[in-house]
């Protein structure tokens, strides 16, 4: 059996086997560059999923390969704008993750003959993987295709094993009845656009971002570094009010790169947290609570 069969076809111990040959570090160096920031242990059997994650940054990480970019932020809206003038493009990251070729060939060999048969669309156009958790509790499947990238969970809110549902069966069924209705939407809203409609967006520079980047994030648990703005109860996202004075936002820069540098490896840091911010050295956590200081060993200058 070929490694693309074991993948199409879900085999266990195939997998184990070439996670223990590459080597567990390897593994998880490859999931941080996806995105997937929460805790790995370093164990055989985590190369099966055995550590939980959410669906959304579980789709993320999918996100990331049907772009061929490393550690895309997931959100809900992508973009707005007034009606007629079209969506703006933000431009795409110029980072690229490895191997970005021969991970989208092992996830359309899934669907197209493998565990995930039944999410099979007309265009041959799918390409993801099936989940299966212990005694059935969990089934999930994400795919993408060239307009969509979704995910989808079943499982009973009391955590009980369902009667036998795995990754291939209803929630590859919920998959392709949602993105063949959702494609035709989208491709539509791409043709009446002025000009290209993208869900990637650039950080913004410190001479945009002017605030107090580590005071804003021990404030507000929904901050974002890249423009300093916060999600409040209820309305839009605000810009945080803790202002660096705009004299100061050069020395600004200056110093906290200077610091960064001291206090971790910024380029290390960044492949292991998908938040993290190269200007505080912090991260936001997985579990939520305020960002934290990357521990990754600093450069010695």
Not at 48 to 66: C, N
Not at 104 to 133: E, F, N
Not at 145 to 172: C, E, F, Q
Not at 185 to 210: C, H, I, N, W, Y
Request: net charge positive; with cysteine; charged share 20%.
């Amino acid at each position: 059996m070929t490694l693309s069969q074991a993948f199409a076809h879900s085999v266990n111990s195939a997998a184990i086997r070439l996670g223990m040959t590459v080597g567990l570090d390897k593994v998880v160096a490859a999931a941080r560059e996806l995105g997937l920031d929460a805790p790995l242990a370093k164990v055989p059997s985590m190369v099966l999923g055995t550590k939980e994650v959410s669906l959304l940054d579980l789709t993320g990480a999918f996100a990331s390969v049907r772009a061929g970019h490393p550690k895309l932020e997931p959100w809900g809206i992508a973009a707005f704008g007034p009606e007629g003038t079209g969506l703006r493009s933000l431009g795409a990251p110029k980072l690229s993750i490895a191997h970005h070729r021969e991970m989208t060939r092992l996830l359309r060999d899934v669907v197209d003959h493998g565990t995930g048969r039944a999410a099979a669309l007309d265009d041959d156009g799918a390409a993801g993987k099936t989940g299966t958790s212990q005694d059935y509790r969990d089934a999930w499947f994400v795919s993408f295709n060239k307009a969509l990238v979704v995910g989808v969970w079943v499982g009973n809110d009391d955590r009980s094993p369902m009667k036998g549902v795995t990754g291939g069966s209803l929630p590859a069924q919920i998959w392709r009845r949602f993105v063949s209705a959702a494609t035709p939407l989208v491709d539509r809203l791409k043709d009446s656009a002025v000009g290209e409609v993208t869900s990637f967006s650039l950080p913004m520079t410190v001479t945009q971002a002017q605030c107090d980047q580590t005071a804003c994030a021990a404030a507000y648990s929904s901050f974002r570094s890249s423009d300093c703005r916060y999600q409040p109860n209820t309305g839009q996202r605000r810009l945080c009010k803790k202002a660096v004075p705009e004299d100061s936002v050069e020395t600004l820069a200056r110093v906290s790169t200077a610091a960064a540098s001291r206090l971790c490896d910024p380029d290390r840091c960044a492949r292991r947290f998908r938040s993290f911010d190269p200007l505080t050295c912090t991260y936001q956590p997985h579990g939520g609570g305020s960002r934290r200081m990357c521990e990754e060993e600093a450069q010695v200058q």
